[in-house]
């Protein structure tokens, strides 16, 4: 089993800047992606952002240029540094592991992100 731990999130300004991270703990294998998805309200869940434990990276086109992913493997960490935040940017983001040999998938219990004036 494994459990994701995050932290980050909060109320920013439009313009500003939030870092959310996640660890992960357990049965980790060191083949995984792990990565961040958000839910607005009333809308369905999407892809913000993944890395995989090779480095690949894949970001949403509506972050592309503001946010950025990054991890550390010796921890099991992945971190999104989300800069130039719109109030579209607003949602519940849920830090999400995938076990790349076995397919199964693990995720945080999520943190609020509010981007308001």
């Known amino acids: 089993q494994v459990q994701l731990e995050e932290s980050g999130g909060g109320l920013v300004q439009p313009g500003g800047s939030l870092r959310l991270s996640c660890t992960a703990s357990?049965?980790?294998?060191?083949?995984?992606?792990m990565g961040w998805f958000r839910q607005a309200p009333g809308k369905q869940l999407e892809l913000v952002a993944r890395?995989?434990?090779?480095?690949?990276?894949e970001y949403a086109s509506p972050v592309k240029g503001r946010f950025n992913i990054s991890r550390e493997n010796a921890v099991n960490s992945v971190s999104l540094q989300m800069n130039s935040l719109k109030p579209e940017d607003t949602g519940v983001y849920y830090c999400?592991?995938?076990?790349?040999?076995?397919?199964?998938?693990?995720w945080g219990q999520g943190t609020q992100v509010t981007v308001s004036s």
């Open positions: 357990g049965s980790v294998s060191r083949f995984n992606i």
């Open positions: 890395i995989s434990n090779a480095g690949d990276t």
């Open positions: 999400h592991l995938m076990l790349r040999l076995t397919q199964r998938d693990f």
